[in-house]
C-alpha cells in the first residue's frame, strides 16, 4: 500500500528565508508526486508534479521539488519565502492506474514571520 | 472552465438529519473522486468514479454515507443520518488523462458541521 510521511507538522520561517519541506513516500512502481497548498478556508491548489524525467522539477509561484529515487524523497523548496506562502502544503502520491487517486500526508503548515 | 464547483460551501446540521453534499467536475473530466478532511485522519479518500461508475468505495466510513453519480457532471455524497463526528471538510476533485500526465482538480471544499 503506498504512504506518505510528511515528517514536520510545522515550520515557521522568516520572510525572504529559504524554504525545505520533507516528504518522503512508500510506493510499489513508479510513484507519481505532487504537492498542492492550501489556504485557510480554500481547496488544494497544484504546486507542481513529477511524472518521469528530469528529477527536479519547477512549479507555480516559485517552487520546486526534487525527486530521489533512493531515498524515497520528494522535497518542496523555495529559495526566498514570501508572506503570502503562509499556508498548508501537503504532499501526495497518485494511483495512475486509478484515475490518479491521491494518498496524501499528514502536511506541513507553514508560518511567515516579517 | 471554472473548475470543480461544489456546493454548499458551508453546511451546518442537526445530528440525525440526512446532508447532500453536491459536486460537479471539470466538463471531460471521466473520474471524480471524494476525499474528506479532518484533524485527525488528514485527507482521505472516500469514493472514486470512472465514467459514473463507482469504483472504489473502500473509503466510505460506514452504510450511512453513499455516494451517487448519475451523469457525467454531476455527483452527490450523502449522510443519513448525520453525526457529530462526520464534521469535516469534503472535497471533491475530478481528472482526465491527457495521454502524458493525469492531474486532479479540486473543488473549494464543503465544510459541514453536525451539532
Known amino acids: 500500500a503506498q504512504s506518505v510521511t510528511q515528517p514536520d507538522i510545522h515550520i515557521t520561517v522568516s520572510e525572504g528565508a529559504s524554504l525545505e519541506l520533507r516528504c518522503n513516500y512508500s510506493?510499489?512502481?513508479?510513484?507519481?508526486l505532487f504537492w498542492y497548498v492550501q489556504s485557510p478556508g480554500q481547496g488544494l491548489q497544484l504546486l507542481l508534479k513529477?511524472?518521469?524525467?528530469?528529477?527536479l522539477v519547477q512549479g507555480i509561484k516559485g517552487f520546486e521539488a526534487e525527486f530521489k529515487r533512493s531515498q524515497s524523497s520528494f522535497n518542496l523548496r523555495k529559495p526566498s519565502v514570501h508572506w503570502s506562502d503562509a499556508a498548508e502544503y501537503f504532499c501526495?502520491?497518485?494511483?495512475?492506474?486509478?484515475?490518479?487517486?491521491?494518498?496524501f500526508g499528514g502536511g506541513t503548515r507553514v508560518l511567515v514571520k516579517p | 472552465d471554472a473548475g470543480v464547483i461544489q456546493s454548499p460551501r458551508h453546511e451546518v446540521t442537526e445530528m440525525g438529519q440526512e446532508v447532500t453534499l453536491r459536486c460537479k467536475p471539470i466538463?471531460?473530466?471521466?473520474?471524480l473522486f471524494w476525499y474528506r478532511q479532518t484533524m485527525m485522519r488528514g485527507l482521505e479518500l472516500l469514493i472514486y468514479?470512472?465514467?459514473?461508475?463507482?469504483?472504489?468505495d473502500s473509503g466510505m466510513p460506514e452504510d450511512r454515507f453513499s455516494a451517487k453519480m448519475p451523469n457525467a457532471s454531476f455527483s452527490t455524497l450523502k449522510i443519513q443520518p448525520s453525526e457529530p463526528r462526520d464534521s469535516a471538510v469534503y472535497f471533491c476533485?475530478?481528472?482526465?488523462?491527457?495521454?502524458?500526465?493525469?492531474?486532479?482538480?479540486f473543488g473549494q471544499g464543503t465544510r459541514l458541521t453536525v451539532v
Open positions: 476533485a475530478s481528472s482526465f488523462f491527457s495521454g502524458f500526465e493525469q492531474i486532479a482538480f
Open positions: 510506493y510499489g512502481a513508479t510513484p507519481y
Open positions: 513529477y511524472f518521469s524525467g528530469d528529477t
Open positions: 501526495a502520491v497518485g494511483a495512475w492506474a486509478a484515475g490518479n487517486k491521491l494518498t
Open positions: 466538463s471531460g473530466h471521466d473520474y
Open positions: 468514479f470512472n465514467n459514473n461508475v463507482p469504483i472504489d
